[in-house]
């Protein structure tokens, strides 16, 4: 290997050692590229040149006055100015940026698992949970009408999820979906579940449902030829915007009635 093909990989190995000295740890701030080291070296050198700017001015408002103008650290991932602020001084001071839900919350809190809970007692167990969630500033925001039960799971395995921090806390909102419909629990509550097929839902002959929802509900093989049409009828939508306005939003979600009303 010639001699400047080294050269990045022993940069890089500087800029860590610059860093490491500093006794700051980068896996919290840093997103790092190892196919292509000199995008992670200029990334590198230039988080270093804002923590040696900081380091001298002492404070943001100080460093954006002296430099003139809106000014904000370069740290992965960027969120917003503020949250960036706030995550930065955070790692400066050698504190986590992130942290799972489960450490967010009192350490008082009891929870018990969804099986240990009578029908009696998941309405209550439900509500405490979401108080404390709230609380700590994490926004709840799933379909209505979903059983409690099926609420509570939902929200005891989404404890395990990181997030980062947040200058007020929370700042988050769990909405549960993950764009998968044939795998989500609250799909016979979602219009988009209820209007979209999938390639799942041809081979099972009707509405695919996870096994969750077994005690709750279940599809009829006349939801097949439902959930047809009504992608039939949003793709033909879909069409008919792009055809209208090429530089139009042709995965924006409108409702049923919304597709009607423009289809006539």
Same mark, same amino acid.
């Given at each position: 290997?010639?001699?400047?093909?080294?050269?990045?990989?022993?940069?890089?190995?500087?800029?860590?050692?610059?860093?490491?000295?500093?006794?700051?740890?980068?896996?919290?701030?840093?997103?790092?590229?190892?196919?292509?080291?000199?995008?992670?070296?200029?990334?590198?050198?230039?988080?270093?040149?804002?923590?040696?700017?900081?380091?001298?001015?002492?404070?943001?408002?100080?460093?954006?006055?002296?430099? #003139?103008?809106?000014?904000?650290?370069?740290?992965?991932? #960027?969120?917003?100015?503020?949250?960036?602020?706030?995550?930065?001084?955070?790692?400066?001071?050698?504190?986590?940026?992130?942290?799972?839900?489960?450490?967010?919350?009192?350490?008082?809190?009891?929870?018990?698992?969804?099986?240990?809970?009578? +029908?009696? +007692?998941?309405?209550?167990?439900?509500?405490?949970?979401?108080?404390?969630?709230?609380?700590?500033?994490?926004?709840?925001?799933?379909?209505?009408?979903?059983?409690?039960?099926?609420?509570?799971?939902?929200?005891?395995?989404?404890?395990?999820?990181?997030?980062?921090?947040?200058?007020?806390?929370?700042?988050?909102?769990?909405?549960?979906?993950?764009?998968?419909?044939?795998?989500?629990?609250?799909?016979?509550?979602?219009?988009?579940?209820?209007?979209?097929?999938?390639?799942?839902?041809?081979?099972?002959?009707?509405?695919?449902?996870?096994?969750?929802?077994?005690?709750?509900?279940?599809?009829?093989?006349?939801?097949?030829?439902?959930?047809?049409?009504?992608?039939?009828?949003?793709?033909?939508?879909?069409?008919?915007?792009?055809?209208?306005?090429?530089?139009?939003?042709?995965?924006?979600?409108?409702?049923?009635?919304?597709?009607?009303?423009?289809?006539?």
């Amino acid at each position: 290997m010639a001699k400047e093909d080294l050269f990045p990989y022993q940069k890089n190995l500087a800029l860590k050692q610059e860093f490491k000295f500093l006794g700051l740890d980068l896996t919290e701030v840093m997103e790092f590229s190892p196919f292509d080291l000199d995008l992670e070296n200029r990334r590198l050198e230039n988080l270093l040149n804002f923590v040696h700017r900081f380091q001298k001015y002492g404070s943001q408002a100080t460093m954006e006055l002296i430099e #003139g103008g809106f000014i904000f650290p370069p740290i992965f991932p #960027g969120i917003s100015p503020g949250s960036d602020w706030y995550r930065f001084e955070l790692w400066l001071q050698g504190l986590p940026t992130r942290m799972t839900l489960s450490e967010q919350l009192p350490k008082t809190l009891v929870l018990k698992k969804s099986e240990d809970l009578s +029908e009696n +007692e998941v309405g209550s167990a439900l509500e405490q949970l979401e108080q404390a969630l709230e609380a700590a500033g994490y926004g709840i925001s799933l379909q209505a009408g979903i059983p409690p039960r099926l609420v509570y799971e939902y929200l005891i395995e989404s404890l395990g999820e990181t997030f980062e921090l947040e200058p007020f806390g929370g700042g988050w909102h769990l909405d549960g979906c993950s764009g998968y419909c044939p795998d989500c629990f609250q799909r016979p509550w979602c219009d988009t579940g209820e209007s979209s097929c999938w390639s799942e839902d041809k081979e099972a002959g009707k509405m695919s449902l996870t096994e969750a929802l077994n005690p709750y509900v279940s599809a009829s093989p006349k939801s097949l030829e439902i959930l047809q049409r009504l992608q039939a009828e949003k793709d033909a939508l879909y069409a008919k915007l792009e055809e209208d306005d090429p530089w139009s939003d042709s995965e924006e979600f409108l409702d049923r009635e919304d597709w009607k009303a423009k289809l006539n």
